[in-house]
């Protein structure tokens, strides 16, 4: 379904990805892995369309996505949780995820049934709906961002290390709500740290180094494999 | 001492003023805010807006359809000067927008000079009565103004809280590339922006219009006052604009009690020198934790 093929990504001068290939078939939760600054980040927002690829394509749904300003890429069923969340600060909750709920084609009872899904799933969120975005604490504001991204019904989400700073009880709750992404048959791109996490929810698996996919497998495979994951990710599974 | 019935006359000329002035800064602060341009050709959005109005009023005869023909006009001017000379340059040093829309102004304000030639036009107030304030004759039509910008500025309000849009216009201005990942087409956000600032300094134009005579060079004044108000307000924040609006034309209401009015358009610019030396954020937002 997604699909980058030698994608060469600068910013400005300095040379990020250096032809990542990869794909994500429908409803498949793949995970991205590796190092600090190795591009991982930067796929994503290649995908996106937030940075323009100078060689190589994004195909999505076999259509070519490369030069796509972002709102279009998103409205083609492409969701982006940002590493930093990005939450709009001086939103409210509800605010927030009405960015993505008012657009076109969405009827007020479709909005309320997919506003009510999304609550189902973080009952604090709805506790908090009229609460500006900054004042939540940092699980809450992962939360709203991948809220968020639910709103627009997004055949993937780019997950960007979700997990990452949070308490092993928001670590958990992360890890449900991926699970229940799956059930519905989204698929999810996962960038992560944290790799028994990564290897738990993932089928496949890749591991960039130095702006290139390194290693692909599937996650049993790699779970099996400790040199691999010492040699690229410096920790042990 | 001033005697009180002085002091009231000044208050409510700072008053109607400043709510004129609020009209014509938050155009321009909301453009700020959500492009970091600082609209220079603002002041002739304003006078084309005004001429625009007295065209219509000479072929209708209705004050009202003037007004709102001027705001639709503008709009659709604004919409097009943004698609054509903005857009290209987003992201660019501010420089060069500043200078693009200084450029826009020259153009502007030269093509109502040739167009409509250096004798000022009138527009009829669409109400002439007096009422008697103390030992004036005070014109319905300065309240009418007033009541008008307030009801316009109301409307931007409700807008920019509960709308689609205004969510969107909102999410923009703090997250330009989150909004544009959530889906929300940004440039037409911006060109939207601009839009509403065009429409909205049309509105004014045409309100003031009545009070001093349209004519190519009306802009100059209200966009030089109009940027003191935007940076003492705090730039891009809506609330605070309207607040130094206000705040700003009571002082030089108040001021011009013991100075004349020209003199005391001094004490905006010392509380604008103020404001950069101390609250450089501006005057009007909470302090930056």
Redesign the interface.
Known sequence: MLDLQDVHTYYGKSHVLHGVSLEVSAGEVVGLLGRNGVGKSTTLKTVMGLVRPAAGHVRFEGRDLTGLAPHHVARRGIAWVPEDRRIFRLLTVMENLRTGLDRQGMTEPRKQELLEKVYASFPVLRERRHQAGGTLSGGEQQMLAIARAMTLTPKIILLDEPTEGLMPRMVAQIREIIDVLRRDGVAILLVEQNVPLTLEVCARVYIMEKGQVRYRGSARELQANETIIHQYLGVSA | MIPFDQLLVQAINGIVTGMILALVASGLTLIFGIMDVVNFAHGELFMLGAYVGTTIFVTTGSFWVALLGACLTLAALGAALQITTLRPLLGRDPLTTILATFGISLVLQNYALWQYGPVPRKITEPITGHFQLFHIEYPWYRLLIALLSALIIGGLWLFMKYG?YG??I??TT??R???????????WVHTGVFAIGAAMAAASGVLFGPLVGVNHAMGFDFTLRAFVVVVVGGMGNLGGSILASIFLSLLEAFASLWVSPAQAVIVSFVVLILTLLFRPTGLFVPTPK
């Open positions: 689609t969510i969107w909102r999410a703090q997250d590339l989150m909004a544009s990942a959530m889906g929300i087409p940004v440039p």
